[in-house]
Structures are given as structure tokens and as C-alpha cells.
């Protein structure tokens, strides 16, 4: 990724998020100190699919990652009760490659 570049990837991994559990997107300390982050997207109990990461470089030079590299981390939380409305939105179930945003109209 060039300077100032932000770019859309997908995780390796299919997740599947049961009603009772979500999670956090985090960034990883070894890229935050090259200044790449990632946006903390919040993963909402319920949602399942590949996940598409949004990613920034903000620092001054070219980062480049290999294929399978890991770029962020994800924090899972239980919650104390399964939630009465798990998600079931317009990202349910994302394909294996990256999704733009989907704007709903009205």
C-alpha cells in the first residue's frame, strides 16, 4: 500500500458469530507502528461471513504484505445474553472477497 492509500481485503477465515457472542476488528501493534491501521468495525452477534477488513496507510512509505499475512486481530466478547435481535443485515453472509459498502435507500 502506498502512502496516504486505503484498500479493502478479506479474512482467510469464514466467522460465525452465535447470538450470545460479538466481536471487535483491532489493529496489530507491529503495523499501528508503521502507521497501517485498520477501521475497528464492530462484529455483531448473529453475522456470519468473511470479513472485510478496511485498511489505511497513514505513514510515510509503502508497506507490502504476503498473501496469508495476518493484518488485524479480532477481540471476541460473550455476552450475558443471547441478543433478541442477532444480526440479519445487508452483510450477512459476505462471499469469500471484499464487499464495498452497500448504501440502503430509502
Not at 461471513?49 to 504476503?66: A, D, Q
Amino acid at each position: 500500500m502506498l502512502s496516504g492509500e486505503a484498500a479493502l481485503a478479506s479474512t482467510m477465515e469464514r466467522f460465525v458469530l452465535p447470538d450470545n457472542i460479538c466481536g471487535s476488528v483491532m489493529d496489530k501493534s507491529t503495523h499501528a507502528r508503521a502507521f497501517m491501521s485498520v477501521f475497528n468495525t464492530h462484529l455483531d452477534p448473529g453475522w456470519e461471513g468473511w470479513l472485510t477488513v478496511e485498511l489505511v496507510n497513514h505513514g510515510g512509505h509503502r508497506i507490502e504484505f504476503e498473501a496469508g499475512a495476518p493484518l488485524c486481530q479480532v477481540k471476541f466478547e460473550w455476552l450475558d445474553h443471547p441478543t433478541i435481535l442477532p444480526y440479519r443485515g445487508k452483510y450477512q453472509d459476505q462471499p469469500n472477497a471484499p464487499v464495498a459498502a452497500r448504501v440502503e435507500v430509502a
